[in-house]
């Protein structure tokens, strides 16, 4: 029995993991609160806790910024770059619960399991931001995913959503078990799974130019590609983003490409950099042909969601240039452009859900005229549409100049000019949205001079339009709680908060984007085999 | 102490304050706004010392540390005319929104806001003396008039949403490849093992690798041409000054080209000497194509408009072969034909918005006419303006072109500046043609015959009492410059040859006093030989260390007038010396004094 | 016996699960495959694991087995809701979204 009892538990640092605490406690406190009949404990209490519980594993992260450790005996790291990611992610879920107050989705998949779902996904990204295992990195890739996948489905009664749901199970999980494959190679050609000695294996036996590593190298190439939507492995993306609830895509298009940039930068700058030779031109071949697609891509579009989803492969492009060039400035790049991003996205979508509920739907015509009826709207989506383009007096510009020093610095001009090339394409489809905004009258809504009218109109008009398009909307009394399709009498509110808290953050950090440069610096440090 | 910062942002600062004033007042705020920028702008203009420091009333500060990137403002012989010239240009757009339909439209707000912006860039873009804050608001420049054209321009909405969206990618395409070229610029002149400056200044006395000189400079040449425009890359230039409105447009076109010159004698001749001397014949070629082309078309199209346009690039091409004829007075001249330019335009417009209101809103030649007899006022006015435009002698806009061919004659091949003069022939054709057209002739049936109303008149005046001013003082800008220009072509010109050099000093040889070193004697046998490679050898450990303060300006320099004249380092080492800046900082032996480089350090921080 | 005959029976499965998931139309079919593929990363991995002697290896593949399950368990579930919501089950017939 004495033997039993000095059984030693193995250290845990509490702190060290709390951020990933507070994302999985709050997802167990979101479920059980869901359960209660109250409608304020579902409506109200539901996404305060969520937010509370994203703020929380935000305000964790800080704390835990000046450490530099590894947790788990090696799995996890714990470092700027890892607790950056947290934030990063912890933003994009706070906007996209904001997103979701008043949304469809989670009246139908049950406020409760929708916000504690959508907390699950945000612990799996900071594990997959924070791995420095092969293990730590494809269960918080998983833990990413599968919650997404569900996510993505939400909208029971509605076809798009489930097929879309659908879609992205399949493709991800070739992407995970391509990744998978990859990850077993590596293995077998290092007999580690640590990211540390994964790297000393590598450099020691010179594993640059071995045929398994290679072909590990290759499959996690594609894996990865497969989840960040790289092209050519993007086809599902815009389908994916435009059948998903709008939160949903939201959520998918700003926490996933943090999660998996950071893990792509993990991953290849650190534990893969001395095969660097051998992922390097792959990688800047998937960056430039990205780049062209997404941006070629995103021309013809006329939904805003696919155009943002070509525009978010384009973007996938430009942030992997940091990783390819693999030097510090290259990952304090990557990981600025990352974060504006987040910002830029956030706004862009919280004036596309707001549009879509008093229009139904998300074509790029359901934001006509709105400079005159939403102001702030109009603004917010300009400075985010101008930000993407990278403009400057927006953070889009600061990142995007980052990037190209970056690749300059790190002799990969020819990458800069592919990337300045998209841009400007990019240029055409963006202004393209801002003009819409800002000259045409608003469509099918009589002129209407006064917002107020509009307001009151367009929902009602809408709804009942939207009745007729849809054979399989079932009428609005059916579904308790409200609309059916078109939520009538749409919160907008929560959506315009978002839209110009992030819009200000566009020109803010273009401006001054000093301090967010500064906590930037810091995470090179994460990525020590650059400096060997 | 006269601060840049709020000249720079006052007019944006209008342009916010005018959303908090209701709508119909908001015009005057605008207007406000531009006046107190014009102001300021007089106020530096009479205290620039033409013959003091190179950069004067200094602005710098850090704006993004990790990137190395400052916010540098100076106030130079350069720009010190195209200031004023902005400030001038943009005052007169806001008195002219106020007097139209713009002032009193619903959406004025959006006017003044975005015309407030676009003012702000394109003062920060001449005053910037940072690579990337340059190139920053070199870009942002136009974003402003895509929401001007998109939202007020003309035609419907389809056409003037393509019109415009298709004018900012085809400038962008240059201005994006500038980026790259910029930042590149920057890296690439650091030296191992320091901090990467964008300070133009910096960059030049670092110097830039010769082998990467020539893309980095058609990437700058692209950015400057497109924006111009220049012949070939034109294409956004019909469909873009069609559908923006007038009092817009005369802005655009009076100021935006000229900071793309600008560009030329600020960036890429000092800091690209040898990308320079490589592809100016390409340069130059294009500029004398762009007058011949766009001449011809100006006599051609019976649009009022694209008479203007096509000038503007005809004239464009002008002042380019000024810049890249590397001398001095041709440099000189395009400056002092920017600011005619400049000037003329903005009558020029102003007279076809009053001869289309005539017609009913046709900007058609052949519906104008008889307005000499109907309207002598504005006719009176309207000729003057016209002699600007075709430069008779007599105006500033003869003295400039003057000293353009001059400097194209000495400095390039003759068979060009004969070419180039006769688009000063074709000048005089289409000038009078569009005077012509619309003065003279049967008044067309549509026409409807009355003076010009008195706010036409007077906003008329202004552009006419400065063509006055001008022409009895050309030589104002032209000492303002003098200096600036001889510093900003010294670089270039040595690389392109000892013959190029001797030539300047003959014609003027008091450049030798403004930029000493360089222009030292020039054995013929040793001016072609250059060090290879020296671009990213650093200095003898002698030398005072301009990486100690990378804010160039701020390094104490010797006072040009004294005495470095008179030490000139000679024989081939100084040949040598001149050609390289960076390797060629070392101690005078006479004086024992560090012999600083050229343009940069020559000057003190101004006060 | 040689590692490499492992890892060629996981590639073959590997290939067949990847053939499987871009021929087959029936969605339970294609979740099959996407099964054999992860199942084929998980014998190699396994087989790599004895090869090096590691334990490591071994709770690679356990916790492969799980996040498997879990993503087959997702799944069915979309494919039954799917179901009920009287969409043709045919993968090919998933054309609301075109892309």
Known sequence: MSTLAVTEAPHIDWAGISSLIALFGGAVVVLLVGLLRARFARLTLVPVLTIVAFAASIGLAIWQWDEDTSLMSGALGLDPLAMIGVVGIGVAGIAAVLLSIGATAPREAAHGEYHAMMLVAAAGGAMFVGAENLITTFIGLELLSIPLYVLAATELHRRRSLESGLKYLIVGSV???????????????????????????????????????????????????????????????????????????????????????????????????GASDAWGPALAALASIAIIVGNVGALGQSSMKRLLAFSSIAQAGYMLVGVVVATKLGVQATVFYVLTYVVMTAAAFAVIEAAERESGHDGISALAGLGRRRPLHAIALTLSMLGLAGVPATVGFVAKL?????????????????????????FVYYLR???????????????????????????????????????????????????????????????????????????????????????????????????? | MLHLSILLWLPALFGLLGL?????????????????????????????????????????????????????????????????????????????????????????????????????????????????????????????????????????????????????????????????????????????????????????QRGVPEGSQGWLFACFAAAFLVKMPAFPIHGWLADGYKAM????????????????????????????????????????????????????????????????????????????????????????????QSVNHGVAVFGAFLAVAILGRRTGGSEDLRDMGGAATKMPVFAVLFIVVTYAVLAMPGTANFVGEFLILRG?????????????????????????????????????????????????????????????????????????????????????????????????????????????????????????????????TTGPASQSDPATDPNTGRAVGVDPSTGQATTPSGGAAGSTVQVDPSTGQTVDPSTGQPVEPPSAQTEGAGR | MSTGWYLAVSAIVFAIGAAGVATRRNPLLVLVCLELMLNAGNLAIVAFARMHGSTEGHVFALVVMVVAAAEVAVGLGVVVALYRNRVPVDVDELRELHG
């Open chain 1, 175 to 273: 992407g995970s078990a391509t990744l998978l494959y990859g990850f077993a190679l590596i293995f077998g050609a290092t007999g580690s799974l640590d990211y540390a000695a994964i790297a000393d294996q590598v450099a020691a036996k010179g594993l640059g130019d071995d045929p398994l590593m290679l072909g590990g190298v290759a499959m996690v190439v594609v894996g990865l590609a497969f989840k960040s939507s790289v092209a050519p492995f993007h086809q599902w993306t815009p389908d994916v983003y435009e059948g998903a609830p709008t939160p949903v895509t939201a959520f998918m298009a700003t926490a996933t490409k943090v999660a998996a940039l950071i893990a792509f930068l993990r991953l290849f700058d650190g534990a893969l950099i």
């Open chain 2, 245 to 336: 409105p007038l009092p817009i447009l005369a802005v655009f076109s009076g100021v935006l080209s000229k900071v793309a010159v600008y560009g030329f004698l600020q960036i890429a001749l000092p800091i690209l000497p040898q990308g320079t001397a490589d592809l100016r014949w390409v340069v130059l070629i294009l500029a004398v194509l762009s007058i011949l082309y766009a001449s011809s078309l100006a006599l051609t199209t019976f649009n009022a408009r694209l008479v203007l346009a096509y000038s503007s690039v005809a004239q464009l091409g002008f002042i380019t072969l000024g810049v890249m004829s590397l001398r001095p007075d041709g440099a000189s001249g395009a400056l002092l």
């Open chain 2, 408 to 536: 194209a004659w000495e400095g390039t091949a003759q068979g060009l500046a004969i070419v180039a003069s006769l688009g000063v022939a074709l000048a005089a054709v289409y000038a009078l043609r569009l005077f012509i057209r619309g003065s003279h002739n049967r008044v067309a049936a549509k026409v409807e015959p009355r003076e010009g109303t008195r706010p036409e008149l007077a906003l008329m005046a202004i552009p006419v009492v400065l063509i006055a001013a001008l022409a009895f003082h050309p030589q104002q800008t032209v000492k303002a410059a003098d200096d600036a220009t001889t510093r900003a072509v010294q670089r270039a010109a040595i690389v392109v040859g000892p013959d190029h050099v001797r030539k300047i000093l003959e014609a003027d040889p008091s450049a030798r006093n403004i930029a000493p070193e360089p222009f030292a004697d020039v054995p013929p046998s040793a001016g072609t030989v250059r060090p290879i490679g020296g671009a990213r």
């Open chain 1, 402 to 426: 980052r990037i190209v020093q970056a690749a300059v610095d790190g002799d990969y001009s020819w990458l800069a000019i592919v990337l300045v090339v998209g841009s400007m394409i990019s």
């Open chain 1, 433 to 532: 949205v801002v003009a819409r905004l800002w000259t045409d009258e608003p469509a099918g809504v009589a002129v209407a001079p006064q917002s107020q009218a509009v307001e009151v109109e367009a929902p009602e008009a809408v709804a009942t339009t939207t009745a007729v398009a849809d054979p399989k909307g079932l009428p609005a009394a059916a579904v308790p709680g409200g609309g059916a399709v078109v939520v009538t009498g749409a919160t907008i509110l929560p959506m315009t908060v978002l839209a110009v808290v992030a819009g200000a953050a566009i020109v803010v950090l273009g401006v001054i984007p000093g301090p967010l440069m500064t906590v930037v610096e810091d995470v090179a440090r994460a990525v020590p085999e650059l400096f060997r």
């Open chain 2, 20 to 204: 908090l004033v209701p709508a119909r007042h908001v015009r005057w705020v605008g207007v406000l706004g531009a006046v107190l920028a014009l102001a300021f702008s007089i106020v530096l203009v009479l205290d620039f010392e033409p013959h003091g420091s190179a950069f004067q009333h200094v602005t710098d500060t850090t704006w993004i540390s990790a990137l190395g990137v400052r916010y540098q403002l100076a106030v130079t012989g350069l720009n010190v005319w195209l200031v004023l010239l902005t400030t001038v240009g943009f005052a007169f757009s806001s008195l002219w929104i106020a007097t139209t339909s713009l002032g009193t439209d619903p959406r004025a707000k959006h006017v003044i806001l975005h015309l407030g912006i676009a003012q702000t860039a394109v003062l920060g873009a001449l005053l910037a003396q940072d690579l990337i804050l340059f190139v920053a608001f070199f870009d942002l420049m136009l974003i402003p008039f895509f929401f001007l054209t998109a939202q007020f321009g003309n035609g419907t909405n389809e056409e003037r949403v393509r019109a415009t969206i298709k004018m900012i990618v085809y400038t962008l395409v240059g201005s994006l490849l500038m980026l790259v070229a910029a930042i590149a610029v920057g890296v690439l002149a650091t030296p191992d093992g320091q901090a990467v400056s964008y300070n133009i200044q910096e960059i030049a």
